[in-house]
């Protein structure tokens, strides 16, 4: 088809964007064309906004409009508490279980040496920082149950446990509401050794 | 989780496309903070462009941004056949085929009264002038297989068979690499009903 060559540059820029592919790039430009300039002038305003308000913290990494974000600025906030993620989406996933009252560092990535990520390119040294500042007691490491991620938050307890504080992973296990049945068999390993009395 | 504002705000936005849900914009919301400001830039340059540069064919209706469309000038084609579609994206399914030198039509939606969609919402006026001023052979109905789809061919159908011309409908059956296993009642009774010599 010939698409207008326009369009054809519109389909082409979202198809850059991460799990849109050729059909779907498609409909959302006939979509765009289709509905009212107004629509498309807000999604565009949205867009600027973003790569202009938008920053990160400087304490952890999180993505917020006043530095430093409103949970390293918080009182009501647990600061002996770190949970340490890799990127700041993360966050929110933390955030809404409602019951974690610490508060974060965003490492900005994981280690991947397949991807040439080593320690030097994640926010590590911030972390060490805040944690050698002191007044510190817990870091919960949050990474991923992923083979970067787990080799990062091996990685970070071996530079923490040194510190005199206490280091902790996230468990792995079935996930709840699950079925067994379509449990891989390294969760169900995990989901055995870290049984708990009931 | 707290989300910065304008990141909410294009979250939002992004939600209203087509096909994005809560967790797809989010996903692409931090895609788009993440990357680099030329990427986001070219974004809504071709947004902006697709709304001020793509236009309307004053005689097939399909998308263009030179009108009359390349095809309604093209010397190359059969001014004599007309496919009928619903959407401009639809031309772009009937190209794909390689097969068809015909015209186009594109109605610009299908009859649904329960959607408050009579002919008068569609570009059929224009259909009938062309046809009216003579020189058609045949005029291809290629409308979706769907109630409103079949609806809106049957009544083009009437409408055009009196001007002594040929109307066709594309054939509904089986796709090509399907497996029978899979298809409906009515697609097979389609199937049945459209069965040729072999």
Known sequence: MSLPESLARLV????????????????????????????????????????????????????????????????????????????????GVVEKTREFRGVYHVLMGALSPLHGVGPDDLKIKGLLERVGAGGVDEVILATNPTVEGEATALYLARLLKPLGIRVTRI????????????????????????????
Chains 1, 2 share one sequence.
Request: hydrophobic share 35%.
């Open 12 to 91: 082409e820029q979202l198809q850059k964007l991460p799990g849109i592919g050729a059909k779907g790039a498609q409909r959302l430009a006939f979509h765009i064309l289709k509905n009212p300039r107004e629509d498309a002038e807000r999604l565009v305003e949205a867009i600027r906004d973003v790569k202009e308000r938008v920053t990160y913290c400087s304490t952890c990494n999180n993505i917020t409009d006043t530095d430093p974000c409103v949970y390293c600025t918080s009182a009501a906030r647990d600061h002996k508490l770190i949970c340490v993620v890799e990127e700041p989406q993360n966050v």
């Open 171 to 198: 468990a792995m296990g079935i996930p709840v509401g699950s079925d067994l049945e379509y449990a891989d068999e390294v969760t169900m390993t995990r989901a055995m050794e870290g049984r708990r009395e009931v």
